[in-house]
């Protein structure tokens, strides 16, 4: 007998920074609901998800055929951890082909369920082609951001706009056409990709089929909170015409998290807990960046003239694999890791370290990060403040919001190829972890955020309350065909100053 729960349907983009917030959703789901969960994904993706699952787990993982030779990528990459950044546009390019392979994996769904349609199709920002195949089958669609509204709006904004390609050639500030809230934004917050684009660029022919078509869905869900994401989310409300639902923050459970290394799990642990509370920054540009030679020597001159204790996750520096053994002798000062090792000042662990045990370990006291989303709201979930480093996509915004507006970040420095100073990195991890002015208020207000993060996540708190709403409106549309756009009074929304 097939299984007569609703089913959701859920297919996030080939990257690892999208897997993860997806597969947390679908933990999430099932943890709160009786629905069924199907989460797609290509072959190899959905062996290593295996691993993730806990062992009594509903969800079932359906494989999407994926043949990453077809589409002049190299052999067995169907991950965007696998392949240097310059072919992730290709993977992107690739992922768009798989439209009606997808819909025929939905169709199947629909026979087996006896004729009966899932009751929504979770999709990624990527997959804008995913909205029509929904609406060809009459199933409630929603796209679902990992990033936060605020960093998303800018980064939908300038792809379909390219507003900087229109300054003069003294100046490096532009405004947004559509999105005057954001302020000014400077050419140097800008990823390569997009500072490069013209409108033909692989880049930005993607983005402007794929980007436009999420006026085709029932609206986004996204992995944020309303009190400090409003102004982003408002962006989507009004642009698109469509709801919105702030359901985070939706973070993996710790338990539920691929572990490469035990061993590397009880060193940090073991390290951390030799260390006094609030002493130790912990460094890491998440898994698919790196950074110059020349940048990875001046940071390491940073963290040891800092004084400071430190975890750093290192990985080889750009023109290396990035999945290759790391030279301390070659791309790190003479004699760095002896001596920090020997004063136990740092650890330095190479490729992987369990991130969220050493944000919520009582020994961190900040975070230098490349602000990715998911980093953001695990950091800030435990009041960590941040040290924000970004280095492509959507997160130098999300160190403009975090800096200029939430105040919970002081930027360190900006892309893969920005000249840095040691005595200035240094400086500014001596104003975060220290107890000047800049420092309590920066803590401050990375402790208030959690409290607001806490709050939205109680039973009656505006995210969960959001996330019914969701499916509300799903359940809604599945039964008379129309939609439910959400309304937040502007009263209850709680902004951080």
């Known amino acids: 007998m097939p299984d007569k729960r609703e089913n959701v349907v859920v297919f996030p983009f080939m990257a690892q920074g999208h897997i993860i917030p997806f597969l947390a959703l679908a933990l999430h789901i099932e943890r709160t609901t009786n629905y069924k969960i199907t989460f797609i994904n290509t072959p190899l993706n959905i062996s290593k998800l295996r691993s993730s699952l806990p062992p009594a787990t509903s969800i079932h993982l359906l494989e999407i055929p994926f043949n990453s030779s077809d589409y002049g990528l190299p052999p067995n990459t169907e991950n965007c951890d696998a392949v240097p950044y310059s072919l992730v546009v290709r993977l992107l390019e690739a992922s768009a082909s798989l ?250 662990v190479h490729k992987w370290a369990p991130q969220l045990d050493i944000l919520s370990h009582k020994s961190t006291s900040a975070f230098l990060s490349h602000c990715g989303w998911n980093s953001v709201l695990e950091s800030l979930s435990h009041g960590v403040p941040l040290l924000g480093w970004p280095m492509a996509a959507e997160q130098f915004f999300n160190v403009k919001l975090l800096a200029e507006t939430i105040g919970v970040c002081v930027e360190v420095a900006r892309g893969k190829s920005c000249d840095i100073k040691h005595e200035d990195v240094a400086a500014k991890i001596e104003t975060v972890m220290s107890d000047c002015e800049k420092g309590k208020e920066v803590k401050k207000k990375a402790c208030e955020v959690r409290e607001m993060i806490r709050n939205a996540m109680t039973e009656n708190g505006s995210s969960v309350k959001a996330m019914d709403e969701f499916f509300e409106a799903a359940k809604k549309t599945m039964r008379s065909g129309t939609g439910s756009k959400r309304h937040v009074p502007e009263s209850n929304v709680t902004v951080v100053n």
Not at 108 to 129: A, K, T
Not at 219 to 236: A, C, K
């Open 99 to 348: 439209r009606p392979v997808f819909k025929r994996l939905v169709e199947g769904i629909i026979e087996e369920q006896g004729g009966e349609r899932p009751l929504c199709i979770i999709g990624d920002i990527f997959f804008g082609w995913m909205a029509s195949v929904a609406e060809e089958l009459g199933v409630f669609h929603a796209v679902f951001s990992g990033a936060g509204g605020f960093g998303l709006a800018c980064y939908y904004s300038i792809w379909l706009n390219l507003p900087h390609i229109e300054i003069k050639d003294d100046d490096d500030h532009f405004s947004l056409p559509d999105f005057h809230e954001a302020s000014e934004i400077e050419l140097s917050q800008l990823p390569l990709t997009m500072s490069e684009a013209n409108g033909r660029d692989s880049w930005s022919v993607f983005h402007r089929k794929y980007l436009p078509e999420w006026t085709k869905s029932s609206g986004i869900l996204f992995n944020t909170v309303e009190g400090f994401d409003r102004t982003g989310l408002s962006y989507f409300e009004r642009n698109l015409n469509k709801p919105v639902w702030p359901v985070g923050p939706i973070l993996l459970p710790i338990e539920n998290r691929a572990r490469t290394s035990k061993e590397g799990e009880l060193i940090c642990k073991d390290w951390l807990d030799s260390k006094p509370e609030t002493s130790v920054l912990f460094v890491s540009f998440g898994s698919m960046n790196t950074i110059s030679s020349s940048q990875m020597m001046e940071l390491a001159k940073a963290l040891e003239s800092s004084n400071k204790n430190f975890i750093w996750v290192v990985r080889p520096p750009i023109g290396f694999d990035i999945n290759s053994d790391f030279k301390a002798d070659e791309w790190l000062p003479k004699g760095f890791k002896k001596r920090i090792t020997e004063s136990k000042q740092g650890l330095l």
